[in-house]
């Protein structure tokens, strides 16, 4: 059963950094293509953070410089480190496998998989 599952999101301070992860199961890491994308209320999903294997794919314009991400293939585990938060980056945090790094109105989205969401809230 391939799965997702998103962890480590909270409530932080305009400036400050969290990380959240998202574990998978079912299927290996080691060259899979997952992202990393957000919906905040009133806006379209947006894809974050793309990665093939260990390698980054994509980068979207808001995460340069801010976000970063890693994979632990012995965990299964992709983690986003996200630094100098702004209010405009408070949404729910979804990670997806096999969406080949698409773009969508709606997350989650009926292509791929996706886990359930976290959510990052930024005052």
């Known amino acids: 059963h391939v799965q997702l599952v998103e962890s480590g999101g909270e409530s932080v301070q305009a400036g400050g950094s969290l990380n959240i992860s998202c574990t998978a199961s079912?299927?290996?890491?080691?060259?899979?293509?997952i992202a990393w994308y957000r919906q905040a209320p009133g806006n379209e999903c947006e894809l974050v953070l793309s990665?093939?294997?260990?390698?980054?794919?994509y980068c979207a314009d808001i995460a340069k410089g801010r976000f970063t991400v890693s994979l632990n293939n012995a965990k299964r585990t992709v983690h986003m480190h996200m630094t100098n938060l702004e209010p405009a980056d408070a949404a729910v945090y979804y990670c997806?496998?096999?969406?080949?790094?698409?773009?969508?109105?709606?997350?989650?989205?009926?292509?791929?998989?996706w886990g359930q969401g976290t959510q990052v809230t930024v005052s």
């Open positions: 079912g299927f290996s890491t080691d060259g899979a293509n």
């Open positions: 997806a496998a096999f969406t080949g790094g698409r773009r969508f109105a709606l997350c989650p989205a009926d292509v791929g998989t």
């Open positions: 990665i093939g294997g260990a390698n980054l794919i």
